[in-house]
């Protein structure tokens, strides 16, 4: 029914309609979801399994993202039950926001980078995607539904911050990890704040140093991080454009270069400068 009253209000506007199906298309594309064949639907008969239902938030004030999909995990099944009735949340793990902050500016030369779709690069084990599986037929009523399983961490399933947050932590404490990079393995536990890592150096080569450190890390662990801040035009220098947050530009005929935000905070990079709105 939820499928159906979805279907209803796309195809109301062919545009919607279109920006939701590339949107939940993305997911199977980008490997993070997939179809699921014959075979594997008749190996679920039989087992407890899950299907969360998927509703369109449409931002039209989003360049970026003017459609998101929402997967409501909190939906009661025939009993009444739900998948985030049956799941802990686990217990907190996120540093505290204001230590993260002091440390941050505690360098003269500091650095930010976010974790680039941190639920989707982390996937979780075969036998427990039985529990996020999917509806999808791109608006098509005539035809029999197709079950996806969403196969990563899935946003809306209340366990799934604490299990990207962990699985961080588990990387940082790979033994491999601690003796190629002693000093960032701890500084990942106490410095990166859900998807985001707030970092420093004392000099400039030491912070471009920490750019390509973090790199290796979190590519080592499945992750890609990027959109990163500096307030050194020379560390700037050293960062491809794709990877930078995209208000920071550097252009020589100004004299300034952007500003963006840091653990909620509005971080004037040319200025050096924290500031809030009131």
């Known amino acids: 029914k939820i499928l159906e009253s979805t279907e209803r209000r796309l195809l109301r506007s062919s545009a919607k309609k279109e920006q939701y199906t590339e949107a939940i298309e993305q997911y199977e594309k980008l490997g993070f979801a997939h179809r699921l064949s014959q075979e594997e639907e008749n190996e679920l008969k039989g087992k407890e399994q899950y299907y969360i239902p998927a509703h369109p938030v449409f931002r039209e004030e989003s360049e970026s993202t003017p459609v998101r999909v929402v997967f409501n995990a909190s939906s009661e099944d025939k009993n009444g039950n739900s998948l985030n009735d ?134 080592a662990g499945g992750w890609t991080i990027a959109k990163f801040a500096t307030n050194s035009k020379d560390v700037l220098q050293h960062i491809p454009v794709e990877e930078r947050i995209g208000t920071l530009t550097l252009d020589f005929d100004k004299e300034e270069f952007g500003e963006t935000r840091a653990l909620g905070l509005l971080w004037n990079t040319d200025g050096d400068e924290l500031s809030c709105k009131l």
């Not at 500016?105 to 979780?124: E, N, S, V």
């Not at 999808?136 to 209340?158: A, E």
């Not at 990079?181 to 004392?202: A, M, Q, S």
Request: glycine content about 4%; overall charge neutral; aromatic content about 12%.
């Open 86 to 219: 049956m799941l802990l949340p686990g217990p907190p793990i996120q540093p505290d926001l204001g230590q993260v902050l002091l440390r941050f500016r505690w360098y003269p030369i500091a650095l930010t980078g976010d974790l680039k779709k941190m639920f989707c690069q982390t996937r979780i084990v075969e036998d427990h995607r039985r529990f996020q599986l999917y509806l999808w037929r791109n608006c098509d009523q005539d035809k029999k539904p197709d079950v996806y399983s969403m196969d990563t961490l899935m946003f809306g399933v209340n366990s799934s911050p604490f299990q990207a947050g962990s699985s961080v932590h588990k990387h940082a404490d790979n033994p491999k990890m601690i003796e190629k990079f002693p000093r960032l393995t701890k500084e990942i536990k106490v410095d990166t704040y859900v998807d985001d890592h707030h970092n420093g150096r004392e000099t400039e080569k030491e912070t471009i140093q920490l750019y390509h450190e973090l790199k290796e890390f979190f590519r």
